[in-house]
């Protein structure tokens, strides 16, 4: 079920969506992630966890670009995800994307997938 589409900052800079399949609530953003788009991402994460969804899998095969406030998202919503027994699962990361997270140190806090199918797998 497609629950939303929260929209975008400018005309396509980011585009998320999000939706519940099963125990996962799974987030799809589009385009760029950055200080001026990162409020796109955060509302459905905080939506979710706010109503007791912990597994949050990010769907980062449309991402295009993450700089350190998007970092930022996902770290923060990886601490509420883990603190109420969840966590965060990072699938399909672009190279450009997996770079940030690779430079950062960031990959070995997450739990990182190669598709979609493999993190819901897991």
Same mark, same amino acid.
């Given at each position: 079920?497609?629950?939303?589409? =929260?929209?975008?900052?400018?005309?396509?800079?980011?585009? =998320?969506?999000?939706r519940t399949l099963g125990v996962?609530?799974?987030?799809?953003?589009?385009?760029?992630?950055?200080?001026?788009?990162?409020?796109?991402?955060?509302?459905?994460?905080?939506? @979710?966890?706010?109503? #007791?969804?912990?597994?949050?899998?990010?769907?980062?095969? #449309?991402?295009? /670009?993450?700089?350190?406030? #998007?970092?930022?998202?996902?770290?923060? @919503?990886?601490?509420?995800?883990?603190?109420a027994g969840g966590g965060v699962?990072?699938? #399909?990361?672009?190279? @450009?994307?997996?770079?940030?997270?690779?430079?950062?140190?960031?990959?070995?806090? /997450?739990? =990182?997938?190669?598709?979609?199918?493999?993190?819901? @797998?897991?």
């Amino acid at each position: 079920m497609d629950r939303q589409t =929260v929209g975008h900052a400018r005309p396509a800079r980011l585009r =998320v969506e999000a939706r519940t399949l099963g125990v996962s609530e799974i987030v799809k953003p589009m385009g760029e992630l950055d200080h001026h788009t990162a409020d796109l991402l955060r509302t459905p994460l905080h939506d @979710a966890l706010g109503e #007791g969804r912990s597994r949050l899998v990010v769907d980062c095969s #449309g991402l295009d /670009f993450c700089d350190s406030t #998007g970092l930022n998202v996902l770290l923060g @919503a990886r601490l509420k995800a883990e603190a109420a027994g969840g966590g965060v699962h990072l699938s #399909g990361m672009r190279p @450009a994307v997996a770079r940030v997270f690779e430079i950062t140190g960031a990959e070995a806090v /997450f739990t =990182v997938h190669d598709s979609l199918e493999a993190a819901l @797998a897991d």
